[in-house]
T-cell receptor, first 115, second 109 residues
C-alpha cells in the first residue's frame, strides 16, 4: 500500500502555545486529506477534509480558527493546533487518498499532550 | 441518522476462529472497510467490500450483505498479535467514512 508519513509522533507543549503536525504522502499524490482526532478508547472522529489547493471543510463542532489546516501541495497537509489547551490533548491522525484510490492511507498518528 | 454498530469487546483463544459483526445504517453506500488498530497506533487497512459476498485475504476474511446492512470480519488461526481493536467503517453517498466505535479483541493463550 501507499505510504503516508506523519510527524511528529508525539509532542508535549505548554498551554497557550501552537503545535504544527505534518502529513506527507510519500509515493502518491494525495488529492484529499483527512484529519481525525481520537480520544482514549473511542473511535476516530473526523475533524476536517481538505482537497489540495482549496479550503478545508470542517465537521460540525470543530473550530476552524483553532485547528488550522493547510493543504498547499499534493503531498503535504498540515494541522496547526493554535493556543492549545489541556483538553486538546488527544491522538491526531491524518489519512490521505489519491484520486484513483479506493482507500485512504493513514499516517502513524501524533500523540499531543498539552500541559 | 447514520449509525455503525459493532460489539465493544470480544475474547477468543489463540488458534481459534472469531467473527466480528458490524451492522450499519447510512445515507447511501459506497463500500465498507475493516481496519485493525493496535493501542497507540494508527489504523491499518484490512479489507474492502463493495459487492455482496466474501473477500478472503490470508487468515482474514470479510463478508458483506448490502440488503441486510451487515458485514463481518472473520479471523482464523488467531495469534496473540491479533489482539487489537477492529474498526468497521462505511463510505456513504458523499464518500465520507462513517466509523464504528471499534471492537476490542482480546486473545488468550
Amino acid at each position: 500500500g501507499a505510504v503516508v508519513s506523519q510527524h511528529p509522533s508525539w509532542v508535549i507543549c505548554k498551554s497557550g502555545t501552537s503545535v504544527k503536525i505534518e502529513c506527507r504522502s510519500l509515493d502518491f499524490q494525495a488529492t484529499t486529506m483527512f484529519w481525525y482526532r481520537q480520544f482514549p478508547k473511542q473511535s476516530l472522529m473526523l475533524m476536517a477534509t481538505s482537497n489540495e489547493g482549496s479550503k478545508a471543510t470542517y465537521e460540525q463542532g470543530v473550530e476552524k480558527d483553532k485547528f488550522l489546516i493547510n493543504h498547499a501541495s499534493l503531498t503535504l497537509s498540515t494541522l496547526t493546533v493554535t493556543s492549545a489547551h489541556p483538553e486538546d490533548s488527544s491522538f491526531y491522525i491524518c489519512s490521505a487518498r489519491g484520486s484513483s484510490e479506493t482507500e485512504a492511507f493513514f499516517g502513524q498518528g501524533t500523540r499531543l499532550t498539552v500541559v | 441518522g447514520q449509525n455503525i454498530d459493532q460489539p465493544t469487546e470480544m475474547t477468543a483463544t489463540e488458534g481459534a476462529i472469531v467473527q466480528i459483526n458490524c451492522t450499519y445504517q447510512t445515507s447511501g453506500f459506497n463500500g465498507l472497510f475493516w481496519y485493525q488498530q493496535h493501542a497507540g497506533e494508527a489504523p491499518t487497512f484490512l479489507s474492502y467490500n463493495v459487492l455482496d459476498g466474501l473477500e478472503e485475504k490470508g487468515r482474514f476474511s470479510s463478508f458483506l450483505s448490502r440488503s441486510k446492512g451487515y458485514s463481518y470480519l472473520l479471523l482464523k488461526e488467531l495469534q496473540m498479535k491479533d489482539s487489537a481493536s477492529y474498526l468497521c467503517a462505511v463510505r456513504d453517498s458523499n464518500y465520507q467514512l462513517i466509523w464504528g466505535a471499534g471492537t476490542k479483541l482480546i486473545i488468550k493463550p
